[in-house]
DNA sequence: GTGGTCTAGACCACT
DNA sequence: GTGGTCTAGACCACG
């Protein structure tokens, strides 16, 4: 799980871990109870602070992604939302497609790129 | 066009501004050559700083969603970008879809989602 | 609105401001839409930390006790919680019963204590 | 007596050891004289480590719930704590009333839970 | 001037 | 050795 940051992004850094965290996760890269790297670690190899992975990995137990055992380290969940409720990213996914439709793609055209994102994690074709 | 902001979110106002003109136009509700409102009717309106609805026409004019009237108005463009670079959105797309995947969404249940998507700003009139 | 700070305690300072302003909510001294003070205030009264301030209305946003008007500042929410889920307390009250029922507090007598704890914060008796 | 222990939990394993202790024997599950189990033997059957459980009977014997036993064991103690100190509570019970306060919990429905917690424990053989 | 983010350290509770 | 917490600075996006 090697993790590439953009520190010239206006995407906040601790979001970026967060993302492909959960990227890694419904990619399978990162299977549940998996263990994963120290914050200490995190921070080191991508030379950022401590803090900054805390934050991400906060926010990451907060969300329900992974949870942190008392034991020393934290671990990939295994059931993480619980219900899927649509609702919650038509928002980001209206934009995105408005945006599609105004660059001229067409609607199957949409769909097939958002099955490739959807399939891009799967583990099994990409 | 009603614009329906809200204050407590994490994304900019002059974000949602922008995305919700997007989202009018794609939808149609916003019609190529259509006058917006000036900055400081919608500033007023909206109850923000006139600063804020200047970046956010500045934005649209820098993405080419509308253009300057040479009389002073800011009117929708006709052919808003460019081709349509799948690659550009992949990556927000990415994200949603494993945040979907792993709430238990279906892959034709997200390609679903997305068309509606898709659909939901221009169905009855685009 | 004055907070009480004890360093030596071992609940985290941010937990502390976090537990006065529920406190402060509930009791009617802190009223709806009313502003809380800035994070840089609260830290230069208090003789902490921004950030530890920061944690702290970080953590009233999450539970929606409070939210942060982009305009600057934050403000105490309308309708914090909606439903009132009554297992979520049942685990701590549960213990602290055990306690007092073992230091020989009668039901009756626990029963005003809790009664007392929840009209304290009443507004028209403390 | 079988313990619950939850390793994602914010609260240390050893406090959620003792306060498990505290409620059995408030709820005679653990009867006054009652052996408690060897530290070696809780750890191993919890699955954490036995300085952990160490701590917890320690902190249980400074509170005088239980007492170390001369041959080596350690007893439910006869006569816990002393004279009831209703303040020593009221700290945690009323930021738990605020919260249900806030959550639209009433007096009385609030007073029913905390009478439910205080019987919870010992409804059936105390 | 607000909150959001980040850094480079540090101490502590827990296991 | 882990995560949790805190400090004393700093820069930036936003409004």
Redesign the pocket.
């Known amino acids: 799980m090697l993790l590439s940051l953009d520190?010239a992004s206006?995407t906040?850094?601790?979001?970026?871990i967060r993302d492909q965290v959960v990227l890694g996760i419904a990619g399978g890269e990162l299977a549940p109870g998996e263990k994963?790297?120290?914050?200490?670690?995190l921070a080191g190899q991508c030379?950022?602070?401590?803090?900054?992975v805390?934050?991400a990995?906060?926010l990451l137990?907060q969300e329900g992604y992974i949870t942190?055992d008392?034991?020393?380290?934290?671990v990939v969940s295994g059931s993480p939302g619980g219900p899927a409720l649509s609702g919650k990213y038509s928002a980001a996914l209206k934009v995105i497609a408005a945006e599609a439709r105004l660059a001229g793609m067409g609607e199957d055209e949409f769909a097939a790129l958002c099955r490739e994102a959807y399939n891009n994690g799967g583990g099994n074709n990409g």
Chains 1, 2, 3, 4 share one sequence.
């Open positions: 520190m206006k906040p850094i601790y979001m970026q994963l790297p120290t914050i200490r670690a030379g950022v602070n401590m803090m900054t805390n934050k990995y906060a137990k942190a008392r034991r020393g380290g934290t």
